[in-house]
């Protein structure tokens, strides 16, 4: 399955989020590739990262931010693979679109912030671009830095599972320095020392979900 963890909003966690489900699959036993589609290679410098530090299993992550380059080795290469995941730019552009039109689903993560809940405007119109050439594209939209404490993730699940055209994936991953401090230095949750046993479970949750 190709999964393409998108929004045209920066900053709400899809590479955090594309490493710590590339790294957790592979734990699984999974065949994983991690194609970084963005130009900024925020997770393919963290599986280089990865790579220097000697941590292991390894992970094949390519950088590949241009879409005349990404069509090309995905056609090719995805096949080879048991689980194909896409971290695109955080604004619409050609390599998202490739993505998109090359994906089983496009997993959204979303703050729960208005200003956040407000680009799935945006996120839809570039989904719509290329629906007529990928029907079967499966729309989900989950929440991402979600709170610890307070009632603004009740609020913006209630609004994200009322969003026509999407699936809400109820696998909310909450804003955690665990999270943050494992991902910078390539390594999931579940690799980290101290383990954070709430962290560990969301991460594996919303891992699961997006390749159910
Ligand atoms: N669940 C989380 N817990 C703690 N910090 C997080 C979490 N998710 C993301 N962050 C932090 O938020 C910032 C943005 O995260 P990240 O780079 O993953 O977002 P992005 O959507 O890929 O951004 P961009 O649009 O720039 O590519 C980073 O500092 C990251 O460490
Ligand atoms: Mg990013």
């Known amino acids: 399955m190709i999964v393409t963890i998108g929004s045209t909003k920066g900053g709400v966690g899809k590479s955090t989020l ?3 489900a590339a790294i957790t699959r592979t734990i699984a036993g999974r065949r994983v590739w991690l194609i970084d589609a963005d130009r ?10 990865r790579i220097q530090a000697g941590h292991l299993p390894l992970i094949p992550c390519d950088h590949l931010h241009d879409w005349k380059q990404l069509e090309p080795r995905l056609l090719a290469e995805a096949s080879n693979y048991d689980d194909v995941l896409i971290d695109v730019g955080g604004y619409d552009n050609a390599a998202f679109r490739v993505a998109l039109l090359r994906s089983d689903r496009l997993v959204i993560p979303t703050a729960p912030r208005s200003y956040d809940l407000w680009t799935l405007d945006d ?7 290329v629906k007529p050439k990928s029907a079967a594209l499966d729309v989900r939209v989950m ?15 209630q609004a994200l599972s009322q969003y026509p055209g999407m699936t809400y994936q109820d696998t909310p991953v909450t804003r955690r320095k665990s999270i943050a401090a494992a991902s910078a230095l390539g390594l999931s949750v579940l690799e980290a020392k101290p383990k954070d046993k709430k962290a560990i479970a969301e991460v594996k949750a919303f891992t699961d979900a997006i390749f159910a």
Do not use: H, R
Request: net charge negative; glycine share 8%.
């Open 18 to 20: 594309a490493v710590q």
């Open 40 to 49: 900024q290679g925020t997770s393919y410098l963290t599986m280089q990262g």
């Open 123 to 129: 996120v839809q119109s570039v989904i719509n671009v």
């Open 143 to 157: 929440l991402s830095c979600a709170d610890t404490v307070g009632s603004d993730n009740e609020a913006a699940a």
